[in-house]
Protein backbone atom coordinates (compact mmCIF):
# COMPACT_ATOMS: atom_id res chain seq x y z
CA UNK A 1 0.00 0.00 0.00
CA UNK A 2 1.36 3.12 -1.39
CA UNK A 3 2.36 6.18 1.79
CA UNK A 4 2.70 9.64 0.75
CA UNK A 5 4.20 12.13 3.16
CA UNK A 6 3.83 15.68 2.34
CA UNK A 7 7.17 17.85 3.90
CA UNK A 8 8.03 21.57 3.21
CA UNK A 9 7.57 24.65 5.66
CA UNK A 10 5.02 26.07 7.61
CA UNK A 11 5.10 29.42 7.21
CA UNK A 12 5.75 31.45 3.85
CA UNK A 13 5.62 34.91 3.94
CA UNK A 14 3.55 37.01 1.01
CA UNK A 15 4.64 37.21 -2.19
CA UNK A 16 6.93 34.20 -2.19
CA UNK A 17 7.40 31.17 -3.56
CA UNK A 18 5.33 28.17 -1.46
CA UNK A 19 7.13 25.00 -2.29
CA UNK A 20 6.16 21.24 -1.05
CA UNK A 21 7.31 17.59 -1.81
CA UNK A 22 5.49 14.67 -1.26
CA UNK A 23 7.10 11.19 -0.77
CA UNK A 24 5.50 8.07 -1.82
CA UNK A 25 6.73 4.74 -0.15
CA UNK A 26 5.34 1.60 -0.37
CA UNK A 27 5.31 1.43 -4.28
CA UNK A 28 6.68 3.11 -7.34
CA UNK A 29 5.31 6.27 -8.58
CA UNK A 30 5.55 5.40 -12.13
CA UNK A 31 1.81 4.87 -13.82
CA UNK A 32 0.11 6.94 -11.90
CA UNK A 33 -1.25 10.25 -11.55
CA UNK A 34 -0.05 12.28 -8.60
CA UNK A 35 -2.10 15.37 -7.33
CA UNK A 36 -1.83 17.88 -5.01
CA UNK A 37 -5.38 19.08 -3.47
CA UNK A 38 -5.89 21.88 -0.76
CA UNK A 39 -7.91 23.41 1.79
CA UNK A 40 -8.39 26.36 3.61
CA UNK A 41 -8.90 26.14 7.03
CA UNK A 42 -12.64 25.55 7.95
CA UNK A 43 -13.57 25.59 4.28
CA UNK A 44 -13.43 22.88 0.86
CA UNK A 45 -11.06 20.62 -1.13
CA UNK A 46 -10.05 22.68 -3.70
CA UNK A 47 -7.94 20.51 -6.38
CA UNK A 48 -4.56 21.98 -7.57
CA UNK A 49 -3.29 19.78 -10.49
CA UNK A 50 -1.65 16.76 -11.26
CA UNK A 51 1.33 15.43 -13.07
CA UNK A 52 1.29 11.95 -14.23
CA UNK A 53 4.95 9.96 -13.52
CA UNK A 54 5.97 10.51 -17.05
CA UNK A 55 5.76 14.52 -16.60
CA UNK A 56 2.19 15.34 -18.25
CA UNK A 57 0.33 18.13 -15.98
CA UNK A 58 -2.83 19.26 -15.94
CA UNK A 59 -3.34 22.01 -13.51
CA UNK A 60 -6.84 24.01 -11.88
CA UNK A 61 -7.04 27.43 -14.46
CA UNK A 62 -7.59 29.55 -11.14
CA UNK A 63 -3.98 28.51 -10.35
CA UNK A 64 -2.35 27.83 -13.92
CA UNK A 65 0.02 31.19 -14.00
CA UNK A 66 1.40 30.36 -10.20
CA UNK A 67 1.55 26.58 -10.22
CA UNK A 68 3.97 24.10 -11.28
CA UNK A 69 4.27 20.38 -9.82
CA UNK A 70 6.93 18.03 -10.89
CA UNK A 71 7.91 14.21 -10.40
CA UNK A 72 11.18 12.97 -9.80
CA UNK A 73 10.92 9.14 -10.46
CA UNK A 74 14.69 8.59 -8.89
CA UNK A 75 13.33 9.80 -5.75
CA UNK A 76 9.72 8.55 -5.91
CA UNK A 77 8.93 12.85 -4.99
CA UNK A 78 6.20 14.91 -6.43
CA UNK A 79 6.92 18.70 -5.83
CA UNK A 80 4.36 21.59 -5.90
CA UNK A 81 5.61 24.99 -6.20
CA UNK A 82 3.08 28.03 -5.88
CA UNK A 83 4.60 31.57 -6.92
CA UNK A 84 3.48 35.10 -5.68
CA UNK A 85 1.76 33.68 -2.48
CA UNK A 86 -0.91 35.87 -0.68
CA UNK A 87 -3.08 34.82 2.70
CA UNK A 88 -5.62 33.28 0.39
CA UNK A 89 -3.49 30.50 -0.03
CA UNK A 90 -2.96 29.79 3.59
CA UNK A 91 -4.79 26.22 3.40
CA UNK A 92 -3.77 22.20 4.30
CA UNK A 93 -2.43 20.84 1.35
CA UNK A 94 -2.33 16.95 0.25
CA UNK A 95 -0.90 14.81 -2.03
CA UNK A 96 -3.41 12.21 -3.24
CA UNK A 97 -3.18 9.67 -5.95
CA UNK A 98 -5.33 6.33 -7.11
CA UNK A 99 -4.51 2.74 -6.36
CA UNK A 100 -4.86 1.96 -10.15
CA UNK A 101 -2.77 2.96 -12.91
CA UNK A 102 -4.49 5.83 -14.56
CA UNK A 103 -6.91 6.30 -11.78
CA UNK A 104 -8.90 9.57 -11.81
CA UNK A 105 -10.15 9.18 -8.25
CA UNK A 106 -8.12 9.54 -5.11
CA UNK A 107 -7.53 6.20 -2.90
CA UNK A 108 -4.29 7.29 -1.32
CA UNK A 109 -3.62 10.49 0.46
CA UNK A 110 -0.98 12.08 2.56
CA UNK A 111 -1.20 13.37 6.20
CA UNK A 112 -1.67 16.90 4.87
CA UNK A 113 0.75 19.94 5.92
CA UNK A 114 -0.66 23.10 7.04
CA UNK A 115 0.78 26.22 5.38
CA UNK A 116 0.56 29.85 6.57
CA UNK A 117 0.86 32.35 4.44
CA UNK A 118 1.43 35.54 7.02
CA UNK A 119 4.32 38.27 7.57
CA UNK B 1 -15.62 24.26 -14.65
CA UNK B 2 -18.06 21.64 -13.68
CA UNK B 3 -20.23 23.12 -10.67
CA UNK B 4 -20.69 20.47 -7.78
CA UNK B 5 -23.68 21.64 -5.38
CA UNK B 6 -24.26 19.30 -2.06
CA UNK B 7 -27.51 19.52 -0.12
CA UNK B 8 -27.90 19.68 2.71
CA UNK B 9 -24.34 22.03 3.67
CA UNK B 10 -25.60 20.21 7.24
CA UNK B 11 -27.44 17.11 8.63
CA UNK B 12 -28.35 16.24 11.89
CA UNK B 13 -29.51 12.89 12.38
CA UNK B 14 -29.25 9.79 15.17
CA UNK B 15 -27.87 6.89 15.04
CA UNK B 16 -29.76 4.18 13.06
CA UNK B 17 -31.42 6.52 11.01
CA UNK B 18 -30.74 6.46 7.37
CA UNK B 19 -29.36 9.52 5.58
CA UNK B 20 -28.65 10.71 2.07
CA UNK B 21 -26.49 13.22 0.89
CA UNK B 22 -27.49 14.79 -2.75
CA UNK B 23 -24.51 16.39 -5.41
CA UNK B 24 -25.63 18.25 -8.53
CA UNK B 25 -23.17 18.22 -11.26
CA UNK B 26 -23.67 21.62 -13.83
CA UNK B 27 -23.56 19.53 -16.54
CA UNK B 28 -23.46 16.06 -17.45
CA UNK B 29 -20.56 13.98 -15.81
CA UNK B 30 -21.63 10.54 -16.84
CA UNK B 31 -20.99 8.52 -13.86
CA UNK B 32 -17.29 9.81 -13.13
CA UNK B 33 -18.05 10.49 -9.66
CA UNK B 34 -16.39 9.92 -6.07
CA UNK B 35 -17.63 10.53 -2.93
CA UNK B 36 -15.37 11.03 0.52
CA UNK B 37 -15.66 11.24 4.00
CA UNK B 38 -13.44 13.45 5.97
CA UNK B 39 -13.22 13.62 10.03
CA UNK B 40 -11.71 16.90 11.43
CA UNK B 41 -7.79 16.91 11.34
CA UNK B 42 -7.46 13.84 8.78
CA UNK B 43 -7.16 13.50 4.99
CA UNK B 44 -10.63 12.56 3.30
CA UNK B 45 -11.49 9.08 3.02
CA UNK B 46 -12.52 7.52 -0.37
CA UNK B 47 -15.80 5.90 0.05
CA UNK B 48 -17.39 5.36 -3.54
CA UNK B 49 -16.14 5.81 -7.01
CA UNK B 50 -18.06 5.55 -10.13
CA UNK B 51 -21.08 7.33 -8.75
CA UNK B 52 -22.12 3.80 -7.14
CA UNK B 53 -18.71 1.60 -6.51
CA UNK B 54 -18.06 0.88 -3.15
CA UNK B 55 -14.27 0.94 -2.20
CA UNK B 56 -13.03 -1.88 -0.15
CA UNK B 57 -13.64 -2.17 3.20
CA UNK B 58 -16.08 0.21 3.21
CA UNK B 59 -19.20 -0.63 5.12
CA UNK B 60 -21.87 -1.99 2.88
CA UNK B 61 -24.21 0.42 4.99
CA UNK B 62 -22.65 3.10 2.61
CA UNK B 63 -24.20 3.00 -1.23
CA UNK B 64 -24.23 5.56 -4.22
CA UNK B 65 -26.53 6.29 -7.02
CA UNK B 66 -27.10 8.73 -9.92
CA UNK B 67 -29.94 10.19 -11.79
CA UNK B 68 -28.73 12.02 -14.55
CA UNK B 69 -26.32 14.50 -13.57
CA UNK B 70 -27.99 13.93 -10.04
CA UNK B 71 -25.96 11.83 -7.35
CA UNK B 72 -26.84 10.65 -4.30
CA UNK B 73 -24.63 9.12 -1.34
CA UNK B 74 -27.11 7.06 1.11
CA UNK B 75 -26.40 5.64 4.54
CA UNK B 76 -28.81 3.17 5.38
CA UNK B 77 -27.88 3.23 9.39
CA UNK B 78 -26.20 5.94 10.84
CA UNK B 79 -23.43 4.77 12.74
CA UNK B 80 -21.04 6.97 15.46
CA UNK B 81 -18.39 6.58 13.40
CA UNK B 82 -20.59 7.67 10.61
CA UNK B 83 -20.36 11.32 12.12
CA UNK B 84 -18.11 13.79 9.72
CA UNK B 85 -18.00 15.61 6.87
CA UNK B 86 -19.02 14.58 2.53
CA UNK B 87 -17.27 15.78 -0.01
CA UNK B 88 -18.44 14.61 -3.63
CA UNK B 89 -15.68 15.09 -6.23
CA UNK B 90 -16.52 14.99 -10.28
CA UNK B 91 -13.49 13.59 -12.52
CA UNK B 92 -15.22 13.93 -16.21
CA UNK B 93 -13.51 17.74 -17.02
CA UNK B 94 -10.95 19.46 -15.88
CA UNK B 95 -10.37 20.97 -13.47
CA UNK B 96 -11.92 18.15 -11.04
CA UNK B 97 -13.98 20.08 -8.25
CA UNK B 98 -15.68 19.42 -5.18
CA UNK B 99 -19.00 19.40 -3.59
CA UNK B 100 -19.06 21.75 -0.69
CA UNK B 101 -19.29 19.59 1.53
CA UNK B 102 -22.11 18.08 4.06
CA UNK B 103 -21.50 17.99 7.93
CA UNK B 104 -23.66 15.13 9.17
CA UNK B 105 -24.28 16.21 12.92
CA UNK B 106 -25.36 14.10 15.56
CA UNK B 107 -29.00 15.10 16.39
Known amino acids: QVQLQESGPGLVKPSETLSLTCTAS????????WNWIRQPPGKGLEWIGHIYYSGSTNYNPSLKSRVTISVDTSKNQISLRLTSVTAADTAVYYC?????????????WGQGTLVTVAS | DIQMTQSPSTLSASVGDRVTITCRASQSISRWLAWYQQKPGKAPKLLIY???NLEGGVPSTFSGSRSGTEFSLTISSLQPDDFATYYCQQYNSYPWTFGQGTKVEIK
Open chain 1, 26 to 33: GGSISSYY
Open chain 1, 96 to 108: ATGRDGGQLWFDY
Open chain 2, 50 to 52: GAS
